[in-house]
């Protein structure tokens, strides 16, 4: 895939037409803001097309996480090719020297391309479903000790997440929590479920009472169990998926702050829901994501 995206994009004309081919795949051009289709192309430098409504010029850029980005789209066609392609993500560091960017706009541009990966639930999950909560962070014996909160052990200092696998589609929803107690975690798997979709946890506390539920005790080595629909309950495909993200957190990031972590979670949610496509598919798939999510650099750090 590499040669070929460079044989099918080698210069900046290319990928405005492989943009341009996402936005209107089906050839009919209409304005990014307020989706007229009564356009035209012009000649002005940076923005060829105009809007004979909204009277305003634009280009691909325009009402997406990319607009106001003044770097060519080879180097966003190259920055989305290298997170989607890579299983642990791409830390900003290594994307600044691949692509030829400064740390920050590297930093920057991850994040955009993350609201381009941000999952949207149409329809609640249909089941059986598999959930499991996780914990991000790093371990207080690691800490300097003007940062250690010499509370305990454990899940001391780190933030909570919780997810959701549907077996039927491989789909997952996932996002840091405040807390782990029973309505917060509930309202979280039933609002991503069908009413009537089975429910396999572990034996945390917080899922009992839940409709349709099936748990594994993990502390007795129940590792699967029969469920009452004749499948085998257990939470195996979801804590795959947190192994997966803890992976990037150790192996590429070493640190997620509080503030962005939730970015993080639902980044590798996406790129998990999109795995079942061709890559050139999944990039397609992000710059699509991308409309409407404009990011600008001084909210991301307010």
Same mark, same amino acid.
């Given at each position: ?10 210069? @900046? ?14 050839? *009919?051009?209409?304005? &990014? ?6 356009? #035209? ?15 305003? #010029? ?20 190259? /920055?989305?090719? &290298? ?11 290594? &994307? +600044? ?7 920050? %706009? /590297?930093? +920057? ?7 381009? =990966?941000?999952? @949207? ?9 598999? !959930? ?18 010499? $509370?305990?052990?454990?899940? !001391? ?16 929803? /996932? ?11 509930? @309202? ?16 945390? =506390?917080?899922?009992?009472? =839940?409709?349709? %539920?099936?748990?594994? *005790? %993990?502390?007795?080595? @129940?590792?699967?169990?029969s469920s009452a629909l004749g499948e085998y309950a257990h939470t195996n495909g979801i804590e795959s998926f947190w192994a997966v993200l803890k992976r990037a957190y +150790?192996?590429? #990031? ?5 503030? %962005? ?10 790129? +998990? ?10 990039? $397609? ?11 600008? #650099?001084?909210? =991301?750090?307010?």
């Amino acid at each position: 895939m590499l040669l070929e995206l460079a044989e099918k994009l080698p210069d @900046e004309a290319s990928a405005w037409s492989w943009f341009e081919k996402v936005h209107w795949s089906d050839g *009919n051009l209409c304005c &990014l803001r307020c989706g007229s289709d009564n356009v #035209y192309r012009c000649k002005h430098k940076t923005m060829p097309f105009r809007c004979r409504d909204c009277k305003k #010029y634009f280009s691909v850029k325009t009402g997406t996480a990319m607009e106001s980005s003044k770097l060519p789209l080879k180097k966003w066609v190259w /920055a989305i090719y &290298l997170e989607n392609t890579s299983l642990k993500g791409v830390s900003s560091m290594k &994307l +600044h020297r691949d692509i030829g960017v400064t740390q920050k %706009h /590297a930093w +920057h541009m991850l994040h955009r391309i993350r609201e381009g =990966l941000l999952p @949207e639930m149409i329809n609640a999950f249909e089941g059986p479903v598999e !959930v499991d909560e996780s914990y991000i962070g790093g371990r207080e014996v690691n800490k300097h000790e003007d940062k250690k909160l010499n $509370a305990g052990r454990g899940t !001391v200092g780190k933030a909570a997440v919780l997810g959701v696998k549907d077996r039927k589609t491989n789909q997952i929803t /996932a996002k840091v929590i405040e807390d782990t107690t029973k309505p917060t975690v509930q @309202e979280f798997v039933n609002d991503n479920r069908s009413e009537d979709a089975s429910v396999f946890t572990d034996e945390h =506390l917080s899922y009992k009472g =839940l409709k349709n %539920h099936t748990s594994v *005790n %993990h502390s007795r080595k @129940e590792w699967a169990v029969s469920s009452a629909l004749g499948e085998y309950a257990h939470t195996n495909g979801i804590e795959s998926f947190w192994a997966v993200l803890k992976r990037a957190y +150790h192996g590429t #990031y070493h640190h997620l702050s509080k503030k %962005h972590l939730n970015r993080y979670v639902t980044q590798f949610a996406g790129k +998990h829901n999109l795995r079942s496509m061709d890559t050139i598919d999944q990039m $397609a798939s992000v710059v699509k994501g991308m409309v409407g999510k404009r990011l600008r #650099y001084k909210d =991301l750090i307010s």
